[in-house]
């Protein structure tokens, strides 16, 4: 996950005057489903989106001070919301001829295979360095404090397949930029990017290599 991550294609526009949400959790997003296709695309109004956000835990300077940290395992623990946040990724996904689902280290692996089954797709795990045991193509991307590296196998992907970048989170958009370059290299043809939260700084407008980004809820990462 790109919590810290910095992307140069990250074009931002949003007023960032999100507030903290009540009781610690994560808060739908209701927004117009009519989005041009590089800007940010935050899921229409479902009735499942509320117990969504509602399963999500907030833990405040998580892992460190002013972070405020988006707790996903409280969803997991509850089967039918769990279920229902992949659901309308399947539902979003189904029949537009995506061939592979591709994951991000970590919690990108939670949500990405339950999406790829359900849609008929295989799945490609994108991972840290030294994490796969074959011949790997890599990309590195710069962090707050460094870089970091993802990797997937040589031949996971093949020329022009259509694919799904997964994570759960979006937060400077870093990551995400990271896994499009790496499945371009390959000459894979990247569809979107779905992630289960998104922070509201990039809410209104954000390009991420010019891909669309899915987000079903919305929530915070910094104290304001």
């Given at each position: 996950?790109?919590?810290?991550?910095?992307?140069?294609?990250?074009?931002?526009?949003?007023?960032?005057?999100?507030?903290?949400?009540?009781?610690?959790?994560?808060?739908?997003?209701?927004?117009?489903?009519?989005?041009?296709?590089?800007?940010?695309?935050?899921?229409?109004?479902?009735?499942?989106?509320?117990?969504?956000?509602?399963?999500i835990?907030?833990?405040?300077?998580?892992?460190?001070?002013g972070?405020?940290?988006?707790?996903?395992?409280?969803?997991?623990?509850?089967?039918?919301?769990?279920?229902?946040?992949?659901?309308?990724?399947?539902?979003?996904?189904?029949?537009?001829?995506?061939?592979?689902?591709?994951?991000?280290?970590?919690?990108?692996?939670?949500?990405?295979?339950?999406?790829?089954l359900?849609?008929?797709?295989?799945?490609?795990?994108?991972?840290?360095?030294?994490?796969?045991?074959?011949?790997?193509?890599?990309?590195t991307?710069?962090?707050?404090?460094?870089?970091?590296?993802?990797?997937?196998?040589?031949?996971?992907?093949?020329?022009?397949?259509?694919?799904?970048?997964?994570?759960?989170?979006?937060?400077?958009?870093?990551?995400?930029?990271?896994?499009?370059?790496?499945?371009?290299?390959?000459?894979?043809?990247?569809?979107?990017?779905?992630?289960?939260?998104?922070?509201?700084?990039?809410?209104?407008?954000?390009?991420?290599?010019?891909?669309?980004?899915?987000?079903?809820?919305?929530?915070?990462?910094?104290?304001?």
């Open positions: 996950m790109g919590e810290e991550a910095n992307c140069d294609a990250v074009m931002e526009a949003g007023n960032g005057n999100g507030k903290a949400k009540e009781n610690g959790h994560a808060t739908a997003v209701l927004a117009m489903p009519d989005v041009k296709a590089d800007d940010a695309v935050v899921a229409p109004a479902d009735p499942r989106l509320q117990g969504i956000s509602d399963a835990r907030v833990v405040p300077h998580f892992p460190k001070q972070i405020m940290f988006n707790d996903i395992t409280t969803l997991l623990l509850r089967p039918g919301v769990f279920k229902d946040a992949v659901d309308m990724f399947v539902e979003r996904y189904r029949g537009m001829g995506i061939a592979a689902v591709a994951g991000i280290e970590a919690r990108g692996f939670i949500f990405g295979p339950a999406i790829a359900a849609i008929g797709a295989k799945f490609i795990p994108l991972r840290k360095p030294k994490k796969l045991p074959g011949e790997v193509i890599s990309e991307y710069v962090l707050e404090y460094g870089t970091d590296c993802l990797e997937m196998h040589v031949g996971a992907i093949e020329p022009r397949e259509r694919v799904l970048i997964v994570d759960d989170l979006v937060a400077t958009g870093g990551t995400l930029c990271a896994a499009i370059n790496l499945m371009e290299r390959a000459g894979a043809d990247v569809v979107e990017c779905a992630c289960l939260i998104g922070l509201p700084k990039f809410k209104d407008f954000y390009k991420l290599n010019g891909k669309p980004v899915y987000v079903l809820v919305e929530s915070l990462e910094y104290e304001k």
